[in-house]
């Protein structure tokens, strides 16, 4: 019985402390929203989006899959290192310790609210920017997750797989961002199998002049056409 009083005390007090420190929080979010509320009233006549852009907003979500796994723009082909550190995360909720589950599983709600409200905005694509551009607000979570990734691999046999799967990724990144500003691909939406032979072919054998013309000759860039 004593021992149930105690729990009980003790899962009240724990209750106590939170209000304080969610309260906080709320008025850290109201203060830091009001610049953005005073911004609209200025501009819009109101407290809010203009029209134009509310009307983008359909919030059943239903392109939240696309902005995750489309080639057009979804996070996931543009980015796969983001996919892995969601893996690390995924790790740290389930087998990590209490702080670091904590921790991890207020990142995945984070991170499955942005899902949510950039699956809501019919202009998912941001079309002409390079991936996914509106979650780059999570990449500090993405970066917890793949620290707990490699922190969990450690000490394993996958260790080495996973450094090479690591490379691979940031390598994908770097060659995309080339053709992208070459004008090597299609800025709309990715061909994987073209994509992956500029990456792994093409731009490797052109680094020296690609070099060249990022060092001195950057106008280059915005001299040629889109394919």
Same mark, same amino acid.
């Given at each position: 019985?004593r021992g149930?009083?105690?729990?009980?005390?003790?899962?009240?007090?724990t209750?106590?402390?939170?209000i304080?420190?969610?309260?906080?929080?709320?008025?850290?979010?109201?203060?830091?929203l009001?610049p953005q509320?005073f911004a609209?009233k200025?501009?819009?006549?109101?407290? !809010?989006p203009s029209k134009l852009?509310a009307?983008?907003?359909?919030?059943?979500?239903?392109? =939240?899959l &696309? #902005?995750l796994? @489309?080639?057009e723009?979804?996070?996931?082909?543009?980015?796969?290192?983001?996919?892995l550190a969601?893996?690390g995360?995924v790790?740290?909720?389930?087998r !990590?310790?209490?702080?670091?589950?904590r921790?991890a599983?207020c990142a995945?709600?984070?991170? =499955?609210l &942005? #899902?949510?409200? @950039?699956?809501?905005?019919e202009?998912?694509?941001v079309?002409?920017?390079?991936?996914?551009r509106?979650?780059?607000?999570?990449t500090?979570?993405?970066?917890?997750?793949?620290a707990g990734l490699?922190a969990?691999?450690?000490r394993?046999?996958w260790?080495?797989?996973?450094g090479?799967?690591?490379?691979?990724?940031v390598?994908?990144?770097v060659?995309l961002i080339?053709?992208f500003?070459?004008?090597?691909?299609?800025r709309q939406?990715?061909?994987?199998?073209?994509?992956a032979?500029d990456?792994f072919v093409?731009?490797p054998?052109?680094?020296?002049?690609?070099a060249?013309?990022?060092?001195?000759?950057?106008?280059s860039f915005?001299r040629?056409k889109?394919?």
């Amino acid at each position: 019985v004593r021992g149930g009083i105690n729990g009980r005390q003790s899962g009240t007090t724990t209750i106590a402390r939170a209000i304080p420190i969610a309260a906080a929080g709320c008025i850290a979010f109201a203060i830091g929203l009001l610049p953005q509320l005073f911004a609209y009233k200025v501009l819009n006549g109101h407290f !809010g989006p203009s029209k134009l852009v509310a009307r983008k907003m359909n919030w059943q979500a239903p392109h =939240a899959l &696309q #902005v995750l796994g @489309s080639p057009e723009h979804g996070l996931f082909f543009w980015t796969p290192l983001a996919a892995l550190a969601l893996g690390g995360l995924v790790v740290l909720a389930v087998r !990590g310790q209490a702080q670091s589950r904590r921790i991890a599983w207020c990142a995945l709600l984070m991170v =499955a609210l &942005q #899902v949510y409200v @950039s699956g809501s905005v019919e202009s998912w694509t941001v079309a002409g920017a390079f991936g996914q551009r509106r979650f780059v607000a999570l990449t500090i979570l993405l970066t917890i997750g793949l620290a707990g990734l490699i922190a969990a691999a450690a000490r394993t046999p996958w260790r080495p797989a996973l450094g090479a799967i690591l490379a691979l990724c940031v390598w994908w990144n770097v060659a995309l961002i080339a053709a992208f500003g070459t004008g090597l691909m299609n800025r709309q939406r990715l061909e994987l199998r073209q994509n992956a032979y500029d990456a792994f072919v093409t731009l490797p054998l052109g680094l020296p002049n690609l070099a060249h013309r990022y060092f001195l000759d950057r106008n280059s860039f915005y001299r040629q056409k889109e394919p």
